[in-house]
């Protein structure tokens, strides 16, 4: 199997500490879909480099805390040696998406439309806040709009035409 390309893959968390002895390792997870992981993924891929690693054996530790054991590291210090490295699988072989969900990293490029068709920008960054996900929209010539991922202001999200429609708050995109 060959390495996979950056563009194909889909970040599912970080290693944040060593789980024991024997090499198992504790991820800060950014999917919600555990089951998933532990149901249909068998390889996981470390690093900026892709090293790919059997996923042997995942469970939910804690809420957003999962501990991995991975085929090849079988000591502590192996797993110390992958501490703060990002942990992605292959895009494709992510849960389905259900009907209105979307994967974070296809919001950035979008252009984002008011209602009445006027263009506001394009997203250039999506901050996670916790309690609602909010674009940083690139404007030209002015300061960069920020706008909040809720039902009262995004109207359609428009992937096949690479757009967002919004109807923005009162002083949304005043300077």
């Known amino acids: 199997m060959s390495t996979p390309s950056t563009e194909e893959m ?10 024991g002895v024997q090499g198992q390792v504790k991820v800060r997870a950014i999917t919600d879909k555990p089951d998933h992981l532990r149901r249909h993924i068998r390889t996981v891929y470390v690093g900026p480099s892709l090293q790919p690693y059997t996923l042997s ?3 939910m530790h804690k809420p957003g805390l999962l501990i991995m054991t ?5 000591t502590r210090e192996q797993a110390e040696e992958l501490l703060k490295k990002e942990v992605s699988i292959r895009e494709a072989e992510a849960s389905p998406l259900e009907e209105g969900e979307y994967y974070i990293h296809q919001l950035y490029g979008l252009k984002v439309f008011t209602a009445d068709g006027t263009l506001v920008g394009e997203v250039r960054e999506i901050l996670e806040t916790g309690s609602n996900d909010v674009l940083i929209v690139s404007r030209r010539g002015q300061n960069d709009a920020l706008i909040p991922m809720i039902r009262d ?3 359609e999200i ?9 109807t923005p708050l009162e002083g949304l995109l005043e300077l």
């Open 158 to 166: 428009d992937f096949d035409d690479g757009r967002i429609v919004i």
């Open 70 to 74: 991975l085929g090849g590291v079988t």
């Open 10 to 19: 889909l970040l599912i968390g970080q290693i944040v500490a060593v789980f």
């Open 153 to 155: 202001v995004v109207q």
């Open 57 to 59: 054996k995942v469970f």
